[in-house]
């Protein structure tokens, strides 16, 4: 027979991990010399993926990490377009401003049009974290002409805030040369007081920030208190300090479980607002949007306009190219849930942290922090001393599948140990069960073995 008969054609592997993927190791840091196999690729990496742990079972996390399969397949359609091509993809770039007002009016934006698009002030961003960035420096831009303005020196801003914020702002301050005041929490408060707010504010303030569930517990953080604090300070001939909501976790959560609690732009003080469509806005990452009160505060010098990708288009993000999939995600959970929807999802997340809370306050161990009534988030720690750690306890379950975060709280507060839950879309009541069954057989395995194991856990820990 011909050659062409004897031999497959180079590249076909066949049957599977006999070929090039058992005996040749494709290389890890450069680039290899040959082409492989479409098949072989995939394979390949997908093989790799398997050593990652299950996202579902991933408590650390508040990113989505389940939707409906028809988002899913939406999201498959749109990963090639570019959303800042407005131009080119007109439906897409709609798709994104009516979702920006959908969040506006969520948060009682003022002067709100049901028909201009316009009129709602804000973009939709990477995620949370460049939310964050671009409302820092629409703080500092306006803080730093009206100092101007007035003659004043604008060469130290200083932005109060928290020592519990997540890590993006301290990320802002550095990037941005804005001097962080962090206020400290203590054993039993993890959250900022108005207290506190009033002592750290002067004329170099740029702004004061509030968390609607914080990273490390979940817990709000009181907004309106704060903002009358900052009020009594304006009226008493101290400085008129805006205030930032950092809603990343609960701006998706509180408008439907405690419609009447104010924190948004009910508050005049609450000049902008940022939050995470990838966390309880119940979309894959990433996806966040960043809401102004109105124009006015924010400012022109801080838009640009180009005009080289077909159209004259203002832009204000610090990222340029992104995929227009995660838009369109937002988008669908939005028509697809409606506030009926979300109210239904947010309930049922919120019984379900309250229940796994509860069972764990009744198995005697723990001490709660938070229950999962704020945002669907628990917070717990070790009651005493048992002989074993939150670590030790974490990584016994990591062993399980579960993955149980176990830290230390921020400033003033590092003594204290907590393991953190947060209860998401897909994670069900039976997997909660499962999940509290596990966390007693640990328990009780670390106590018949305690000196051992946790020598060994808390080496894995540190």
Not at 119 to 142: F, Y
Request: proline content about 6%.
């Amino acid at each position: 027979m011909s050659r062409h008969h004897h031999e497959e054609p180079r590249g076909v592997i066949a049957p599977a991990y006999t070929g090039r993927l058992a005996t040749n190791p494709v290389p890890a840091l450069r680039l290899p010399d040959e082409p492989m196999e479409p098949r072989a690729a995939a394979r390949f990496i997908h093989d790799e993926l398997m050593l990652d742990g299950s996202s579902r079972l991933n408590l650390a996390t508040f990113v989505t990490t389940w939707m409906d399969p028809e988002a899913g397949e939406l999201m498959a359609e749109t990963f090639d377009k570019n959303l800042i091509d407005k131009d080119e993809y007109p439906a897409t770039s709609a798709i994104e401003q009516r979702c920006v007002n959908m969040v506006a009016a969520l948060f009682h934006a003022p002067d709100l049009s049901e028909d201009d698009p316009a009129s709602a002030t804000g973009v939709s961003t990477i995620g949370s974290s460049e939310a964050v960035m671009l409302a820092g420096l629409a703080l500092k831009w306006r803080w730093r002409q009206a100092r101007q303005r007035a003659g004043l020196d604008a060469s130290t801003p200083k932005l109060v805030l928290g020592s519990n914020v997540q890590v993006v702002w301290e990320k802002f301050c550095r990037y941005f040369d804005v001097e962080p005041v962090y206020l400290p929490m203590e054993p039993g408060r993890y959250v900022i007081t108005p207290e506190q707010v009033t002592a750290a504010v002067d004329e170099h303030t740029i702004g004061v920030v509030a968390i609607l569930g914080t990273t490390y517990t979940g817990e709000l953080e009181p907004v309106e208190q704060i903002a009358r604090a900052l009020d009594d300070v304006a009226a008493g001939g101290g400085p008129d300090v805006p205030l930032h909501v950092d809603a990343a976790s609960g701006g998706f959560v509180v408008p439907f479980l405690d419609p009447h609690l104010l924190w948004d732009f009910r508050i005049p003080r609450v000049v902008s607002i940022n939050v995470s469509g990838h966390k309880y806005g119940l979309t894959y990452p990433g996806i966040g949007f960043v809401l102004w009160r109105d124009r006015e505060h924010l400012p022109d010098d801080l838009v640009f306009r180009v005009n080289y990708l077909g159209g004259d288009m203002p832009t204000f993000t610090l990222n340029f190219s992104r995929p227009g999939n995660q838009i369109v995600g937002q988008y669908y959970n939005f028509l697809r849930l409606g506030r009926e929807g979300y109210r239904g999802i947010m309930t049922s997340l919120r019984g379900t942290a309250q229940w796994l809370s509860g069972k764990l306050s009744e198995q005697g161990d723990f001490r709660i922090i938070s229950d999962g009534t704020a945002v669907p988030v628990l917070a717990f720690e070790l009651d005493g001393d048992p002989g074993y750690t939150v670590f030790d306890i974490s990584h016994e379950l990591r062993s399980r599948g579960w993955q149980v975060p176990a830290y230390t709280m921020p400033a003033d507060a590092e003594d204290v140990a907590v393991l953190r839950i947060v209860v998401r879309e897909g994670f069900s009541a039976d997997l909660a069960r499962l999940l509290f069954d596990d966390i007693v057989a640990v328990c009780e395995h670390l106590r018949a073995d305690g000196v051992a194991v946790h020598s060994t856990a808390q080496h894995f820990a540190h």
